[in-house]
């Protein structure tokens, strides 16, 4: 490590009872994305070579995270690039992978990202934190979507 850069990566796994497909549509149809995505994006062009950028302000100052979409592979694999900035700053450069893979009709999800660090940042530890609560409220997104279309059905 020096004091200018350095790397690190982590992945986060959750197994959701619901298939793949119905967890693979929460990443890729914007309108949906946009219920547990925290406030969902700015823009998304979900497609190779698409982009997607969000944009939040809380009490450390604006956020803004640009997206690159590398390679798509329906109800199976995510390739992206991303970057965190805060007030206008890149502190964090990522490469991530996303893949959907079937567990006993639900859905096992492994995020995985490599960053390079641009102190100061919170580095991998807030790219995590971050990622852990984004892949909690989708839980609760396609718990809450599956309870609505259940009720859809029967009325």
């Given at each position: 490590?020096?004091d200018?850069?350095s790397?690190?990566s982590?992945?986060?796994e959750r197994v959701y009872?619901n ?7 929460a990443?890729?149809?914007p309108?949906k ?5 925290g406030?969902?994006?700015d ?6 070579g ?8 809380n ?9 690159r979409?590398?390679e798509i592979?329906?109800e199976?694999l995510?390739?992206l ?5 805060m007030n206008?700053?890149?502190?964090t450069?990522s490469?991530?992978?996303i ?12 995020y ?8 100061p ?7 995590s934190?971050g ?5 909690d409220?989708l839980?609760s997104?396609?718990?809450e979507?599956t309870?609505?279309?259940?009720g859809?059905?029967?009325?």
């Amino acid at each position: 490590m020096t004091d200018i850069y350095s790397h690190d990566s982590y992945t986060i796994e959750r197994v959701y009872p619901n298939c793949v497909a119905h967890v693979w549509s929460a990443w890729s149809i914007p309108e949906k994305k946009a219920k547990w995505f925290g406030g969902g994006t700015d823009d998304m062009d979900f497609r190779i070579g698409g982009s997607e950028r969000k944009s939040f302000r809380n009490e450390m100052g604006e956020h803004t995270n640009e997206t690159r979409y590398f390679e798509i592979r329906d109800e199976a694999l995510i390739v992206l690039g991303y970057s965190m900035a805060m007030n206008g700053r890149v502190h964090t450069v990522s490469l991530t992978t996303i893949a959907f893979m079937d567990e006993n009709g639900g859905t096992r999800l492994r995020y995985t990202e490599q960053m390079c660090v641009l102190p100061p940042s919170d580095g991998a530890k807030g790219r995590s934190h971050g990622w852990g609560v984004l892949l909690d409220n989708l839980g609760s997104y396609l718990d809450e979507d599956t309870i609505a279309n259940a009720g859809a059905m029967r009325a």
